[in-house]
């Protein structure tokens, strides 16, 4: 296919504009996607494991998160919600913030807020685990 047949499906204002295909849609998408089923199944478990602690007390509580399973589970589960919610806020910001400053400052922000949120919780349960 060559370039005179790719461009043919762009609007001359996208052509003199330059916009059209970022190349970075389909990764994200797969990214997206990647995240979510991970949240399915991660989050079958969370919930399945927060039910069989209702009742108990903190020790209890701190035993069961420091058992190595647990503890890698618990992990990737909010590596995984870190990364969709980022992942998700970057899409609506992309399509509602039309500013370009704010919206980079808005990305900006909700990323480092993901990565910092993502690091302290990790960081909690490392220290549970291995504390225990």
Partial sequence: MSASNGNRFR????NVRGWGSA???TEHFIHQRLTATALVILG??????????VGSD????TDAVSKPWNAVL???FLAATFWH?????QVVL??????????LILQTGVKF???LGALVSIFAVARIALAG
């Fill in 94 to 103: 992309e399509d509602y913030i039309h500013h370009s400053l704010l919206a």
């Fill in 11 to 14: 609007t001359p204002l996208k």
């Fill in 58 to 61: 903190y020790l209890t509580a």
């Fill in 44 to 53: 079958l478990w969370f919930v399945w494991f927060v039910l069989g602690l």
């Fill in 74 to 76: 618990l992990v990737g």
């Fill in 113 to 115: 807020i993901a990565v």
């Fill in 23 to 25: 190349k970075t849609g």
């Fill in 85 to 89: 919610a980022q992942l998700g806020l």
